[in-house]
């Protein structure tokens, strides 16, 4: 106790001086500046009212006499260095309060002292309150602050480290550009060599150093007084103010993505932005092309996913309309013979409701979700297959010349869909060729010991098979090239394209496991390069000669349990199967048919259902009435077949898929062969 008492009477006593210094302060100051007696008489009691508000509050403690002696000493530092200035200059406490200013500060400015700063600011910005802040934050940070009171020019305000007194100094100059090439040097010739991208700017973002690394990044133009917005671009507003504002410190900077200007392959820079220790910035770089790049690929697969899942039910809901008028065309045929004159018209109808089913599968193509069969085939002898078709589709004026490697590996692919890709391909180079030239497919066996790209794509290392087919068209722009694959995307002229033919090559190939690149130069014709995982024959794919099922006659009509919920297509199957004497069940739902199924004295055949129905779907009730007819045929029909087959695998065990728009032929015949596969597997062996 005795201890503490001591501590605080000497705590006491060193503050003595201190009561006693801002009455010596101000005798001076009234001695030598009779003429300023009222600044002076303020300078007094400003230094006796902040003293007094130092001793206020009843019994202090130990540890507030320091904390109070700590603060007095930075205000009396402050305030000595203001009257020492031979500038413009006041001394400001944390509250705004002008605690003293200096003859050349009263010459400039006239008698502030007592008053706010907030007063001052008013004069040149419209919210004060935000810019002092401002003020504090940038204080807080790098200890400095610009600011422009109009016609008393701009201001210098400063803090000391651990004061919280500020110190506003008044210049003539210009200080939004302060720094000379001496005041921005950084660690000497450090600065030139770090390994980072580093630039000074100032206010105007002008370049006023550039080390090494940045102009490696940006180019030979990355030099001193060159203009930053002369390099790069894409900030949405000028450069100079975004530069400005974090130089004045009303922002704190941050990072952006530009881009860089000039010629050649494009780049982008990422560009961090913070305050420097006087009034110019400190620009950290980066390239952000990479990043750029995978940007625009996921962009890319975005917009694709949403237009597959566009295109998809667009397709479900299609196949069922072309399913409906199909199946009745057909009907009305089999009343029509070919020498009826109501049959042309019927077949015109027949024609261009396969033509809109075609069209559909391209849909169902670029977003790959189209039922593909999948087989081991030589690619020389299906391009074989296709000369005839080919030749007839180029014309007369071009020449098509076909190159194979004598060794050339099989490939895993559906034979039709390989062929709408060349076909897509070939009549494209067609095109591009109005005056005639030379198409050249050709194909060859490559490998890849490493991960190979090309363009954004990586190419796992393995054995490949590459089909090129090679024009000597018009080429493609380079702006174009990118777009390409896109669905929709044409350079040709309104009614000669559809923009489907690339896309859909695009999700033949990439659904078949493979890949399809572009190489093009305008004025001298385009390459198209698919790459597909090369196959050897198994044994069990050898060619097999396939021996006929034996139709079996059957004693008891046979009894189908047709489940489908659009009415047009359940009224065509359902007309279709009883025109070849099928006994024919007809249920709108899932549930329905599960209702019919519980009268065990009912004998079904086959279960012939859509996949996607309200409430349970095809898959779900199959397998529930199975468990009671586990002999039963399945068939399933569907618009597309992804939620059906998907990766190939099928919901049940020898079930049959019959994909939308079918013919009356194609499903009856799909029945015919569960109904004889059944049988022949019940012919007891002897």
């Known amino acids: 106790m005795i201890s503490e008492r001591a501590e605080i009477l000497r705590s006491a006593q060193l503050l003595v001086p201190f009561l006693v210094l801002p009455v010596v302060i101000g005798a001076l100051w009234l001695a030598l500046r009779p003429e300023s007696a009222s600044g002076g008489t303020t300078l007094l009691a400003a230094g006796g009212a902040t003293m007094a508000w130092y001793l206020t509050g009843g019994a202090i403690s130990v540890r507030q006499i320091r904390r109070g002696l700590a603060v007095r000493r ?15 200059s006041f001394a400001v406490d944390p509250d705004g309060i002008v605690l003293a200013q200096n003859e050349a500060a009263l010459e400039r400015i006239g008698d502030v002292t007592g008053r706010r700063v907030q007063e001052l600011l008013a004069r040149r910005y419209a919210e004060p309150e935000r810019i002092w802040h401002d003020i504090g934050i940038a204080l807080g940070r790098n200890g400095r602050f610009r600011v422009d009171l109009g016609a008393q020019g701009p201001f210098h305000v400063t803090r000391d480290a651990g004061s919280t007194v500020q110190c506003w100094r008044i210049s003539d100059d210009d200080i939004a550009a302060p720094a000379t090439a001496s005041s921005v040097q950084e660690d000497g010739g450090d600065f030139d060599h770090l390994p ?5 700017l100032d206010p105007s973002a002008n370049i006023m150093r550039a080390n090494d690394a940045a102009r490696e990044l940006l180019g030979a133009k990355a030099v001193p007084g060159q203009s930053l917005a002369a390099l790069l671009d894409g900030l949405g507003r000028e450069l100079s103010d975004w530069v400005g504002d974090v130089c004045a410190g009303r922002t704190i900077g941050g990072s952006e993505v530009l881009y860089l200007k000039g010629d050649g392959v494009q780049r982008f820079v990422q560009i961090s932005l913070t305050r420097g220790q006087g009034d110019y910035a400190t620009a950290v770089l980066s390239d952000a092309s990479a990043l750029k790049t995978l940007e625009a690929q996921f962009v890319q697969s975005q917009k694709m996913q949403a237009i597959g899942q566009l295109a998809g039910g667009i397709a479900h809901d299609f196949n069922n309309l072309l399913t409906a008028i199909t199946g009745h065309c057909d009907l009305l045929m089999l009343r029509h013979d070919k020498a009826d004159p109501d049959y042309a018209d019927l077949d015109q109808i027949s024609q261009n409701a396969n033509r809109a089913a075609a069209l559909v599968r391209q849909l169902l193509a670029f977003s790959r979700k189209q039922t593909l069969k999948p087989q081991i085939m030589d690619l020389r002898d299906a391009l074989s297959d296709l ?16 190159d194979h490697d004598p060794a050339l590996r099989m490939i895993r692919a559906d034979r039709r869909q390989f062929e709408q890709v060349i076909m897509n391909l070939v009549v494209n180079a067609r095109d591009a060729m109005p005056q005639g030239g030379d198409i050249a497919i050709s194909t060859d066996n490559i490998r890849f010991d490493t991960g190979t790209t090309f363009g954004r794509a990586t190419l796992p290392a393995g054995d490949y098979v590459r089909v090129q087919v090679h024009d000597q068209g018009c080429g493609i722009a380079p702006d174009d090239l990118a777009k390409i694959f896109e669905p ?28 399809i690149f572009c190489d093009s130069v305008p004025g001298r014709g385009s390459c198209f390069s698919m790459f597909f995982p090369a196959h050897d024959r198994r044994e069990d794919e050898e060619v097999v000669t396939h021996t006929a099922v034996p139709r079996v006659r059957r004693d008891v009509e046979a009894t189908v349990l047709l489940v489908e919920d659009e009415a047009p297509v359940r009224a065509f199957a359902s007309r279709a199967l009883k025109l070849q004497g099928f006994n024919v069940l007809e249920a709108a739902c899932a549930e329905d048919a599960l209702s019919l199924l519980t009268d065990q004295r009912l004998s079904v055949d086959v279960f012939v259902t859509d ?3 309200p409430g349970m779907d095809g898959p779900a009730w199959v397998r529930t009435a ?23 695998h099928q919901p049940i065990a020898g079930a049959a898929f019959l994909a939308k728009p079918f013919s009356l032929s194609d499903l009856t015949a799909l029945v015919s062969r569960q109904l004889e596969f059944a049988e022949v597997r019940s012919t007891p062996k002897e």
């Not at 000369?387 to 076909?402: A, K, Y």
């Not at 618009?639 to 190939?648: C, I, L, P, R, T």
Request: cysteine-free; overall charge neutral.
């Open 74 to 88: 930075d205000l009396m530092r402050v305030i000595s260095r203001v009257l020492d200035d031979s500038g413009p």
């Open 196 to 200: 980072v991208s580093l630039l000074v």
């Open 387 to 402: 000369t005839h078709l080919l030749n007839r589709l180029v014309g007369e004026r071009i020449v098509l010349t076909f």
């Open 488 to 515: 929709f995307f044409t350079t040709k002229r309104t009614g000669e394209g559809t923009g489907l033919g690339l896309s859909t090559a695009y999700g033949i190939v990439k659904q078949t496991g493979g890949y």
């Open 611 to 613: 996949v996607v129905m």
């Open 626 to 648: 199975l468990r009671d007819r586990p002999d039963t045929r399945v068939i399933f029909m569907s618009g597309y077949a992804e939620d059906v087959f998907s990766e190939g």
